[in-house]
Each structure stands twice: as C-alpha cells, then as structure tokens.
C-alpha cells in the first residue's frame, strides 16, 4: 500500500538508535531529548492508528513535565481525554523498540491485532511544552501523522490539559466547549468570574471582595531554563519557594510544573518560615467545600477523595475522621486515580505533588442542574445548586490542570473570605522526607496494597517495618519510580525526624535491592 511505502521512506529520517530500549510508562516515554526523535515520529503513527481504530480525534503530547529542560517525552491522549489503555501503552512499547528494519512489521501487527480499518479517516491533535528540544520532536509527530495520510492540527505551546481538553471538545461537537486555545480560556474565565459573581451577591455585607485576581507570573518560560530551581515539583520536593523570588510574608503564591498540569500552593509566614499547600491540603479544601453545598442542596450523592501513598497521614486522618469523607488509596499514577474517581458521582482525585481534579457523574451533573433550574425550591438550596453547577464549569474534567485548579481554589477561598494561612490551619501536615536511591535494577523491588508494601526483595519490608517501630506516628514505602532511573522513598513521622527515617529506609534499600 501506498502509506507503508511513504512510512519506510519517512521513518529513515527517524532512525532509531541500535539497542536503545524505551518504555511507555506511567507518563508515556520519557528520556533525554536527544534520544526521541524516531519514537515521536512512531508515536504519530501509532496516534494515526488509534484514531482510525476508535474513529476519533486523539493527541499527542510533546512534554516531560518536570523534568529537567534536557529531557523531553510524549503521551498520547484518548478520545474523551483521558491516558491511552494498558493495551495501547503496550502497543506503544513494542512499536518504539522496534529495530528500524522491523518498524513496519511492528505496525502492521498491532493493525491486524487491532483489525484497523485502514480506509478510515485519522485526526490528531499535537501540543508541545516550551522546551528547546519540543519544536524538531513535534514535527516529527506530525512526520508520523503524515505518513500514514492522517490528517494533523498543530496547537503549537499548549500545556497538557488544555491538549486533553481540545481533543474532548472536538470529540463532543463542542459540548465540552470550544476546541481553540481562545475557547479554553474562554470558559473556564467564564466559569471563575460565575462562580465569584454568585458570591459577590450574597456576601457583598459581609467581606470586601470586589477585586480582581491579581496575578503576577514569575519563571513563564521566556527565559531561564525550564523548571530549573522553580515549577511545582522543586517547590514541593524541596519544599522551598523558587530561587531568586520575592515573597512578603502571607503572599498567595502557586507554582505550576513545566506542562501545567500540577499546581502547588505556598506563603512564607512573618517569622519567614516557608508553608507548602500541596494537593493533598487542595484536596480537603475542594472535597469539604463540596460536601458543604451537597448538604445545603439536599443532594445525596456519593462524594469520596482519591489519594496515593504519598498523601500526608494527616490529610487521610483529618478527612476521614473530622471530615467523614470516604477516602480511596491508590497505586501513584493519575489514571488510577482517574479510574477509582469514576466510581463516585464525585470524585475528587490529588497526587500529593498536586496533579489533581474533580470528576461528577453524568447523573450528578444532572441532578444538580435540575435544582438549579428547579423553581419550586427554597434559596438556600437553589443557592447551593447554583455554586455547584459553576464549580462545575471551572473544573477541567479530563485531567489534572493547573490553571482550572487554581481559579477553583482561588473562587472557594474568596467565597469562604478565607486566607491562605487559616486553609493552612485545616490540618497540619506530618513532617515527611522523600528520598531518591540509585540501584542497579529498581525493578528487583516489587509491591502490594496501593504500593505501601514492598513484597520483593525478600527481607526489605521486615526491615522497613522494624525502622518504622523506632519513630512515633511513623510510616514508610518505597517504589520504583515510573519517570526516572530511581527508587523512591518516603517516610513520615512525628517530628522532622522523619528525615532520619527516611535515610535509614534508604540504607535498607541499598542494602538488600542495590
Ligand atoms: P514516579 O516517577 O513514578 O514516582 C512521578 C510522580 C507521580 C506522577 C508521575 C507522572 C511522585 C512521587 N511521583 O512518578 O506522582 O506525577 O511522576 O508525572 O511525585
Ligand atoms: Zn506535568
């Protein structure tokens, strides 16, 4: 056929270098710039492919987040814009390693495999980041997409969630808003000056909030490097505010990571010491202002908070206990999380690092649209099924997203008349460390139960376990990260001496899996 002789003659411009093995991970591939360029221009194959098979537009994202700027990766974006399927990530795999005489063999497997109509028309969306490297390794998506006659839209600098939300808006007939940049930002600054509006009405007595949302951008990308000693995982790891910024003590600061799709929060007290707001504190505050307007509608729909094992103690603690929300643990990683969330009519999902959203079921979106249609009302419920329904609007369903995350937590702060430091009070965290160990293979480590038990090597969780007893309130996991050549732990106890125990647990790595 035709296309597979325009892919061997394009995919020689892609070579791949000899041995190199790559894996789609949790975060799609992910590696030094320098070694991608044929697995984007397999990548915009392979996203062809998809669009014939699920007869949708699907995207492709040139980013490796917050990694440093010499790195970069892609991630391909499904129909409704969510991840890829654990079959289409294993296609991905084999497709990249493919040796380059191999490379057509490879693809026609996973077309029969997939029994791929051929004949049918492919649309896909690309996006890149603001790294030196994205701009040559989007083209050479778009090489991939050409090569099998797909046809290809280029969005050039977007971040990820606003590519997810593009391919959800073209795949919806525009029910989810408009596919544009300019309809991105459109409705979800609609949504935000909504939400604050409805407020504005009611309080307007009681606090002064005539005033817009002030923001002043620090590190946007038009120089410096990117995510060099800033973005949202520097501030949360290091838990430090950015080098070289100026903060006056009880500041509102966030910090984005390099493709927007985690967001931190932060202020520096008046003694200076620094306080981290992460998505675990965001969490709470979404999920109990959720639940308080679910109260006041006279709702009954089922509201749970999705976590990982690097949720602070106190944040599950304080919502289970103080909060009585239901909370779900999951393995690291936002499609399970996105998964669990599914299961509730909402579902508010974090990462501790702060990648996180609000998903409502279609039955909830429903109800609650009903109530505030519903004339027969009382106002504090219409009231309630109002706020709900714009909360609903300034939430990006389709992922995790910085910037719609920030204008929600910036409209429930506003209407709660709340500070940044009285929405730090709501808990407070337990002194945690994470920790990264270098091994020679950290796949030798193996875990269970949402990853906070290690089952191989033998011995490494009876020696965790007995480290742990030593400190007070004390917990600690480790795991093979997905995005980098490391072993992670994490420890957290009473006091900072958590950073001990942390240091110990990594010893025991090195020890029995090094
Ligand atoms: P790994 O490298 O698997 O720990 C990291 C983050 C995840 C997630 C992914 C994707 C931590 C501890 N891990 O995964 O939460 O965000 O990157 O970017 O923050
Ligand atoms: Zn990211």
């Not at 590519?163 to 609609?190: I, S």
């Not at 709660?416 to 709501?426: N, R, V």
Request: aromatic share 6%.
């Amino acid at each position: 056929m035709a296309e597979f002789q325009e892919i061997s003659k394009l995919s020689a411009l892609h070579p791949k270098p000899a041995g190199l093995v790559l894996q789609y991970g949790t975060s799609g591939f992910r590696t030094n710039a320098k070694q991608l360029d044929h697995i984007m221009f397999r990548m915009g194959l392979l996203a062809t492919v998809r669009s014939k098979k699920t007869k949708a537009t699907i995207g492709v994202m040139v980013t490796a987040s917050h990694n440093p700027e010499e790195d970069n990766g892609v991630k391909l974006v499904d129909p409704m814009g969510e991840m890829v399927t654990q079959d289409w990530e294993e296609h991905a795999t084999q497709l990249a390693n493919a040796d380059q005489e191999d490379l057509l063999t490879a693809l026609k497997n996973i077309i029969e495999k997939e029994a791929i109509n051929m004949s049918q028309e492919a649309n896909v969306f690309v996006g890149k980041d603001t790294r030196s490297s994205s701009a040559s390794l989007s083209q050479a998506v778009l090489d991939g997409v050409s090569a099998l006659g797909g046809h290809s839209k280029d969005y050039g600098l977007v971040t990820t969630p606003q590519l997810h939300y593009m391919v959800c808006c073209q795949n919806t007939q525009g029910k989810y808003g408009e596919a544009t940049v300019e309809g991105y930002y459109t409705k979800f600054c609609q949504a935000f000056i909504q939400l604050t509006k409805n407020v504005r009405i009611t309080l307007c007595l009681f606090v002064h909030l005539k005033k817009e949302l002030q923001i002043s951008l620090n590190n946007d990308g038009s120089k410096g490097r990117l995510n060099h000693q800033c973005g949202a995982d520097y501030v949360k790891v290091q838990q430090k505010p950015p080098t070289g910024i100026k903060i006056n003590p009880g500041e509102r600061c966030c910090s984005f990571d390099g493709d927007a799709d985690r967001i931190v929060y932060y202020y520096t007290d008046s003694e200076g010491t620094f306080h981290l707001l992460d998505g675990d504190k965001m969490a709470t505050l979404i999920s109990t202002f959720l639940k308080e307007l679910l109260t006041q509608a006279g709702l009954d729909l089922k509201i749970a908070v999705v976590q990982t094992a690097y949720a602070n103690g106190s944040s599950t603690h304080y919502l289970e206990n103080t909060m009585k929300v239901l909370v779900r643990c999951t393995k690291t990683g936002v499609k399970h999380l996105h998964h669990v969330a599914q299961e509730f009519d909402v579902g508010v999902y974090f990462e501790a690092n702060g990648h996180g959203t609000v998903l409502f079921s279609k039955a909830a979106e429903e109800k609650i649209q009903q109530l505030a249609e519903d004339t027969n009302v009382n106002d504090e419920r219409k009231k309630a099924a109002l706020l709900l329904r714009n909360t609903i609007n300034v939430i990006n369903q389709t992922v995790g997203d910085a910037i719609s995350d920030m204008l929600l937590i910036e409209a429930i702060l506003a209407i709660k008349g709340m500070t940044i430091q009285q929405w730090d009070t709501i808990y407070t965290d337990l002194p945690n460390r994470q920790l990264k160990v270098k091994v020679a293979d950290r796949r030798v480590i193996d875990t269970t139960d949402a990853e906070r038990r290690a089952v191989t090597p033998a011995g490494l969780q009876e020696a965790i376990d007995n480290l742990v007893k030593k400190y007070r309130q004390a917990r600690s996991f480790v795991r093979p990260s997905g995005t980098e050549d490391v072993v992670r732990v994490y420890a957290e106890a009473d006091t900072q001496s958590a950073d001990a125990l942390a240091h110990e647990v990594s010893l025991a790595v090195y020890r029995l899996a090094g």
